[in-house]
């Protein structure tokens, strides 16, 4: 069973960091696409940034050019490197990815347990 285990989210002030860390455990496949989600109170979940095997990156227009996705292959692990963040950055946020079966051609997808992140005033 996939579980993917996030870490990094907590309170900061406005114009302040947060990194967001996501390691997968127990898959038994390739993983297609990592990247991470997000849902503020009342809103519905919404993509913040992407990011490929092959590298290939997308972001939300919203976070363009204050939020970075990396990844460390050694590490199987996912970053979400968060910067000048705004009140309105306030939200779960959820590590996705989808993964390929060894074993078929099917693909899952699979989500973390969320991580708060808060930003204040």
């Known amino acids: 069973q996939v579980q993917l285990v996030e870490s990094g989210g907590g309170l900061v002030q406005a114009g302040g960091s947060l990194r967001l860390s996501c390691v997968p455990s127990g898959t038994a496949g390739s993983i297609n696409t990592m990247g991470w989600y997000r849902q503020g109170p009342g809103k519905q979940r919404e993509l913040v940034a992407t990011?490929?095997?092959?590298?290939?990156?997308n972001y939300a227009e919203p976070v363009k050019g204050r939020f970075t996705i990396s990844k460390d292959n050694a590490k199987n692990t996912v970053y979400l490197q968060m910067n000048s963040l705004k009140p309105e950055d306030t939200a779960i946020y959820y590590c996705?990815?989808?993964?390929?079966?060894?074993?078929?051609?099917?693909?899952?997808?699979?989500w973390g347990q969320g991580t708060q992140v808060t930003v204040s005033t």
């Open positions: 996705h990815a989808n993964i390929r079966r060894y074993v078929d051609p099917k693909v899952d997808d699979y």
């Open positions: 990011i490929t095997a092959g590298g290939s990156i």
